[in-house]
Every structure is written in C-alpha cells, then in structure tokens.
C-alpha cells in the first residue's frame, strides 16, 4: 500500500527485482545481462543469478555467481561441432536436452549461493525474470518471494512456452522448435506430430522428479516465511507474462496471448563498438565488400575437419569479396582476402557499411544482429532451433540454407560457392528483401529495451497483471474439447434412434396381426 501511495507521486525509488538466467552459454548471457542492463538504466535495483557473471561493477547491481555449479555439465564439450556434423550426437529430440536443462536447473538451485539467497529471510523482491529453457523450475523464485514471475523466452514462440500461459499450439501448422525442417508437407508434418506426441510424453514423465526437486530446493525457504508449500502445477502455469526474444518479422505469424510480448531485439546496442584499427582497415579496403562467416559462440570453426576447413579457405580464396572468418586457430599461408579472427565484435562487423553476406549457424542473435543492418545470411544449421531459424529466412526470401550434418560434407565448399555467387552476383533479392524486413523490424513504436521495461514495471504496478491471465488455463481439458457436450449430444442422438427403432418395430409388429 505504502509503495502504492509513493508510486502515486511519482517518488518510487525502483524496483528489486531478481533475474534467473541459469544456463552456461554466451548467448543466452547476451539475453541475460541485456535484461540486467535495461532494468538498472530504469533505475531499478537488480539481483543476477548467472553462471557467467558480468565484468566490472555496476551500481544496483549485486551478482550470484553459479559457474562453480553449472561447470560439472562441461556444455563446452558437449556442443561438439564434428559430433554434430556426423551425427553422434544428435540434440533435436526432446529427451535429450530436456534432461540436460534439467540438471542446469538441479544444480544451480542446489547451489550454496542460490540456496543462501532464497534462505534469507530479509530478501525481498517485487519481480523474478526466469529464463526458459525446457523446464519450470524457476518459478519457484517467485513462491518464494511471494511475488510475479515474468518468463524470458529466447526462441520465436512455441508450443511448451505458449502453454504455460495459455495453450498448446496446433502442431498442423506450427513446428515443434527442435525440428529439422520447417516445410508442412505430409511426411513433415507426421514427423512433427511425432516430435510433439514425444515431446508430451517426456514432460510428463519428468513431472514427478520435477515436483520432487521443487519440494526439496524451494520447500524450507517458503515455509521459512510462513507460507503453505503451493503445488508446483499451480506455480507453473502462474507466470504473469512471458517476454520473448521474437519479432514477427522473422518469425512465424500466429495468435499470441495478450501477455505474450515480442521484445526482439532487445539485446542490441545503440552504438556499436568501434572496431579496431587494422579490422576497420580491411573493411575499409573491401571494394567488392565483406562476407563474415561464424559459427557463434558455442561451436568452435576450428573442430571442422582439416580438409573441409582447407577446401573452404581455398574456395573463399576465389571469391573477389573479403572474408573475416572467426576462428578459435592460426592457419598459415591464407589468401590474400583471407582474415581470421579469434574474437569478433559482430555487431561492428555487420553494422560495417561494406558487410554484405553473413556466414552463421543460425542462432536467432545473430539473425537479429544481421537484420538489424539489413544483411543476407547463409545458414548452416547444427542444433536447436538453427535448422527452422534457417528454413525461416529461406521462406522469407533475405537468406539460404546449407546443411553440414546431413553426411554430404565432402562437396560443402562447392555447395556454398554456389550460395555465394547466387546471392551476391546472380540475384540481388536477398538483399533487397534482408533491407524490407529490416525496415519492417525496425518499424515500431517503442524500441525493445523500453519494452523490456514498460513490461516489467506493469506487471509490478498492477499486482501480477493477472487482468491478462488467459481463460484457457482455468478450463479442464475436457471442456476445451467439448467431450462433456459430445457426450451428451451422442446419448441424445443414441436414445432418439433407439426410440425410433422401436417405435418401427411395434408398427410392424400390429400390423401383422391385423
Ligand atoms: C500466482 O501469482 C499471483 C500474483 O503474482 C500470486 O498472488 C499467487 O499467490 C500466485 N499463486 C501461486 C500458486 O503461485
Ligand atoms: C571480380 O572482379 C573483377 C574486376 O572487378 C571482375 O572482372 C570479375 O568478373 C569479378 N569476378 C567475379 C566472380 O565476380
């Protein structure tokens, strides 16, 4: 009430609120710190649990460092780029990688800085922001806390997130996010309804340890504070708003519940980094322009095999454009238009005016940062939602798509010349069409970091926003599809039938006897 009053004129000293981003990769760090930066330049006071804490001191700011925790799982190692290229590790069917996030949440929760934090009794918060990756567990934070939980979604939105705040989406004509192809033909689409009945199946099964979890990690610090241990389904399916990484301008257009935000773009910066002296030399001196290949932060380029990696730096060699390609390795005698780099400020590179082409892996980031100046892509798709990213601006008309994991690796570099000299020489529509969806994402009311924001801040201001809780979540399954009406209807339609029936009979019978 008292908080009510000071935000009435307008002297509220901001929020505290805690942001959840457990999961060891650089680019959903890039998710997490935007958050943590938008909030704290609001003026609001922010707690980060992150495995991958942000350099330097910021004011507001006070970090809870999981790494200790999170390193156990050697992600590094897991995302192996030749493991993928060959198919001895394959991480699009749900199982896997649900189990894996599983464990990201099991063992930063269990950690003795989270646990510390959610034990102490005077720690409050007004606000819990969690990433979503395959699992709900954070939303125990927000039991805890006794406050909103607002979910970061970091893909386009799909049907395990949509439902938490409203329904599944009809897999006829929406992708499950771990899929191979975005196409709806017949054998896609059987595949697909596969995926999702597996998908289903697997969440199910994992409920019980999920429950088990949230009893044992969240369980004494809400009875601490006096509160009844809720049931973990109910704290669930209570997010007041998920917040999402997605624009519909490289997304796919379906209906959205109200408090589904597209917030796209968020992580961008307003000014890049200026690049180094000689990088801004060689962008400078690239009459024919500059094609940047990387393959993102998770997969290291340099675990490709050596002759894909030789034939590729020679076919680059051919080609009149200039090439950065960031590389974790030093490979001597390079062509002349050959550059590579360990390290790359890619947001400077495409915000270059002689960038032309991206090389990428598909990862929605980069996809933004490339539309956010308007370049074509090629896409070389390795895991998660890289293979329907890359389908995507292939419908959309701005980029193409090449497979390396699908065991014809020896002619790639043949394959990706062709790419090469189709989009920058043959036809010049992937670029016109890559500076319409730019214009089309950057046409918009707010920019997305204020959206950020607003949002967090009106889920505070009106107690949850649950005015934008979606009426599918308080109706059983059966009643969403009508079994209770069919049945009735069906018995209706069985007893007339019956009645008829023997109504006949008697008629046939009297009129024999007479
Ligand atoms: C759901 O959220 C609302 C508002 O944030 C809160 O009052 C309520 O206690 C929450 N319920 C559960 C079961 O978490
Ligand atoms: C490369 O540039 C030269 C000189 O501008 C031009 O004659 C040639 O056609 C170009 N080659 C390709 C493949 O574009």
């Excluded at 969690?130 to 893909?155: D, H, K, Q, R, T």
């Excluded at 959309?396 to 497979?403: A, I, N, W």
């Amino acid at each position: 009430m008292f908080k009510c009053l000071l935000l009435l004129f307008g002297v509220c000293s901001g929020y505290k609120v805690l942001v959840v981003f457990p999961v060891p990769g650089k680019s959903h760090a890039i998710l997490g710190e935007a958050y943590v930066r938008h909030l704290l330049e609001a003026g609001h006071e922010v707690t980060y649990i992150t495995p991958l804490p942000i350099k330097g001191n910021l004011q507001n700011l006070r970090q809870v460092d999981v790494f200790k925790s999170t390193k156990l799982l050697h992600m590094a190692d897991v995302f192996d780029l030749q493991k993928l290229m060959y198919h001895t590790l394959d991480l699009q069917g749900p199982e896997m990688i649900f189990d894996m996030m599983y464990e990201v949440a099991s063992l930063t929760l269990r950690s003795e800085p989270v646990q510390n934090l959610i034990n102490d009794p005077n720690e409050e918060f007004d606000a819990v922001i969690v990433e979503w990756l395959y699992n709900e567990m954070g939303a125990g934070f927000s039991s805890v806390f006794g406050c909103p939980l607002i979910w970061s979604s970091s893909m386009v939105p799909h049907t395990s997130i949509l439902s938490l705040i409203d329904e599944h989406i009809n897999p006829a004509y929406n992708r499950f996010h771990l899929s191979r192809q975005h196409s709806l033909s017949l054998a896609d689409r059987a595949y697909n309804l596969w995926i999702h009945l597996r998908l289903h199946y697997h969440k199910w099964k994992l409920e019980a340890k999920e429950d088990d979890l949230f009893k044992e990690v969240f369980g004494p610090a809400i009875k601490k504070r006096g509160r009844e241990l809720p049931d973990f389904n109910d704290v669930r399916y209570n997010g007041s708003m998920v917040l999402g990484n997605s624009d519909v301008s490289i997304g796919d257009n379906i209906a959205l519940p109200q408090n589904y935000k597209n917030i796209g773009g968020y992580h961008l910066k307003n000014e890049v980094k200026p690049l180094t002296q000689e990088m801004r030399k060689i962008m400078d001196d690239a009459k024919h322009g500059v094609i940047y290949f990387s393959l993102g932060s998770m997969l290291q380029s340099s675990r490709m095999p050596e002759r894909l990696k030789r034939e590729t730096i020679q076919m680059f060699g051919q080609l009149n454009q200039t090439v950065i390609w960031k590389i974790d390795e030093n490979i001597p005698n390079l062509p002349k238009n050959v550059h590579l780099i360990s390290w790359a400020p890619q947001q400077s590179i495409l915000a270059h005016p002689n960038c032309v082409l991206f090389i990428t892996h598909g990862g929605l980031l980069s996809i933004i940062e490339a539309i956010n100046y308007g370049i074509p892509l090629i896409s070389m798709p390795f895991f998660a939602d890289q293979y329907i990213n890359s389908d995507r601006l292939v419908e959309k008309g701005f980029g193409k798509r090449l497979d390396l994991t699908d065991g014809r690796t020896d002619d790639s570099p043949k394959r990706l010349k062709g790419l090469i000299d189709e989009m920058l020489i043959h036809n010049t529509s992937y670029s016109t069409k890559a500076m319409e969806v730019s214009a089309i994402f950057h046409t918009r009311l707010t920019p997305p970091g204020k959206e950020l924001v607003f949002w967090v801040e009106y889920v505070i201001q009106t107690g949850g926003a649950r005015h934008l809780r979606s009426t599918a979540l308080s109706i059983e399954a059966y009643k969403k599809l009508h079994l209770d009406i069919i049945l009735i209807v069906a018995l209706v339609v069985i007893s007339v039938l019956y009645v008829l029936v023997e109504l006949i009979r008697e008629f046939q019978i009297k009129v024999k006897i007479e």
